[in-house]
């Protein structure tokens, strides 16, 4: 049984696609904890209901990133998780933090990696003329959106689309999408060679 800890900074809808699916699929997996930088995120109400432990390190009262990571990271731990999952967790993590976790850590990037890192990627793909814009899951590593790729799907930018518009076709695909790449993980399934994820097959059952 693999531990999970879905690290989350607001709405939480990913972090929801991940638990409906866990349960409804019966992945070999324990939610253990969703955890939040912000005390009002929306998603730790969801979390509660479905009786998943629920915990709150507020990133503006800490001094320095590092602190921040430390604290968070002593509070991830003692669920003791085999994979941290970033479901729209907004905060850059230090690098002694990132390593901690290498190879452990999985986050969804709302773009086609490499293409729009960082920050407001809807209107990165509106600004660039991109005609397919979409959606990356991704390990994560000390360079912000960098990681190996693990799964990726697309959706078309249409004419007349908006931030908003562009957001919401992609996000219908995050929720397909996230689910399915931890399901890989839990399964152990992926590996990482010189930067590039492998999927192996599905376990066939007995
Ligand atoms: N940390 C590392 N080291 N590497 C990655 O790949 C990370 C990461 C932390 C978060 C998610 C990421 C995204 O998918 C993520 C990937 C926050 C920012 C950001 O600029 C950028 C990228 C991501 C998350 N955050 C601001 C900061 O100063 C705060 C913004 C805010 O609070 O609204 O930390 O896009
Ligand atoms: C999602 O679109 C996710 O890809 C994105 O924020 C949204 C969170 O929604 N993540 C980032 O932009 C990370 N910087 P959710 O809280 O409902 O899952």
Known sequence: MKNIVILI???GSNMQAIVRAAKAEGWPCRIAAV??????AEGLAFAAQQGIATEVVVSKDFPSREAFDAQLQATIDRFAPDL????????ILTPGFVEHYAGRMLNIHP????SFPGLATHRQALAAGVKVHGVTVHFVTAE???GPIVAQATVPVLPGDTEDTLAGRVLVEEHVLYPKAVRWY???RLSIDNGVVHIADAAQPA
């Open 9 to 11: 900074s607001g709405r």
């Open 35 to 40: 955890i939040s930088n912000r005390a009002d």
């Open 84 to 91: 941290v999952v970033l479901a729209g967790f907004m905060r």
């Open 111 to 114: 773009s086609l990696l490499p």
């Open 144 to 146: 912000l959106d960098h």
């Open 186 to 188: 839990v399964e152990g």
